[in-house]
């Protein structure tokens, strides 16, 4: 059953390109079971007529803050109680700039205002507009007063340009809102922390060590869980991959910079999934500029990174989250994964056989999950199927069903 049903969405819709692409997702929300009431802004009415929407949702359009007939019964606060959640998309940066700024000079800004629901927002815009410093800390006000963004996404923009700032998809949008909306999934209330792909560690400027991780199994379990209910903080390594609907992402390029990032924000969390590739060992001494070949060979000094997933086991109670790790091998994979959950004290790990055109940089893997009583093998299938049947595992560990 969709989390969606019978929930009161109020979807607006600002002047930006992307509006073109809102009444598909009116339509994805309502094939969910959503209520949708559109508010478009003045600029919106540029790109495309309320009468669309009004087609598509089966409701009249809002759009003046002025409308003497709907004011009359103060319309604006009936908008703001009715919403079970307020979507933005597009959001572009002039709306980003007003909620910010606790503006209410119009209908939508107004809403926003005076609404309790959730407050989630699709950005839109250039990618010079999205990389700006004034929109960026925008960004923060928001997140810091809860507002969930969802994207932007990568790729050709309507001005010739390529890069950060396209709108997600109606599909994505819809999916996370869905997740967002959830209330009765296997990890619902639950703040959950993912490490995911590789490493790097540099040796000059120019090379560096990592290894053949691709992030693509640390990715499906980040959305899966967003899907299922959980808050989802995902610390990813260097990759190509777009961030999951309703997923909190922080980038990192160094085991050092990951452990980090788990240390500032681990307080709070339930559960911890290592699934991250994190390089054993760094370069003792990173050259300043280009190493040169002047002789036959090359000594690196290398010394051992820190072991993120080791520290988290090891927090106190009370701090500690239940913790699982991750074990690629390519021989003996039950003497080694059983060796790695016993040695760094895990409440679970995810095995899986790695090399000869196994898992690594494929959308296929096979799983086997053992904990200090049991084991259960997971079969082979999409990453994506095998991160949801993980999740559920986890989830009955966690809540001490399967214990």
Known sequence: ?????????????????????????????RERGAEVQV????????????MTF???????????????????SMGHIELARWADLVLIAPTTADTLSKL?????????????LATEAPLVLAPAMNKQMWANPATQSNLEILRARGVQILGPGEGDQACGETGAGRMLEPLEIAEAVTALAGTDGPLSGVS???????????????????????????????????QMGAR???????????????????????AEQM???????????????????????????????????????????????????????????????????????????????RGKLSAKSLDLIAANLVGEGRAFDKDTNALVAYWPEGAEDLGSGSKVELAR?????????????DA
């Open 259 to 337: 452990h980090q990032a788990v240390h500032d924000n681990i307080a709070g969390v339930d559960i911890f999934v290592g699934a991250a590739a994190v390089s054993d060992y760094r370069v003792a001494e990173q050259a300043d500029h280009k190493i040169k070949k002047t002789s036959e060979h090359l000594s690196l000094e290398l010394v051992r990174n820190p072991d993120i997933l080791a520290w988290v086991s090891s927090l106190e109670p009370g701090k500690r989250p239940f913790t699982v790790g991750f074990a690629a091998e390519t021989e003996n994979l039950e003497d080694y994964a």
């Open 232 to 254: 989802v903080m995902l610390v990813s390594g260097p990759v190509s991959l777009v961030t999951p609907p309703g997923v909190q992402r922080v980038d990192v390029e160094t």
């Open 54 to 72: 009004q087609a598509v949702s089966g409701r009249p359009v809002r759009t003046d803050l002025w409308d003497e007939a709907a004011e009359a």
């Open 100 to 112: 910010a700024a606790g503006l209410a000079g119009d209908l939508l800004s107004t809403v926003c």
């Open 39 to 50: 508010v478009m802004s003045r600029g919106a009415q540029q790109f495309i007529t309320p």
């Open 1 to 29: 059953m969709s989390a969606l049903i019978r929930k009161n969405i109020l979807l607006g819709v600002t002047g930006g390109i992307a509006a073109y692409k809102a009444p598909d997702l009116v339509r994805r929300l």
């Open 192 to 226: 959950l922390m993912i490490t995911a792909g590789p490493t790097r560690e540099p040796v000059d400027p120019v090379r560096f060590i990592s290894n053949r991780s691709s992030g693509k199994m640390g990715f499906a379990l980040a959305e899966q869980a967003a």
């Open 389 to 401: 049947l993980l999740l559920n595992l986890i989830a009955r560990h966690f809540r001490n069903e």
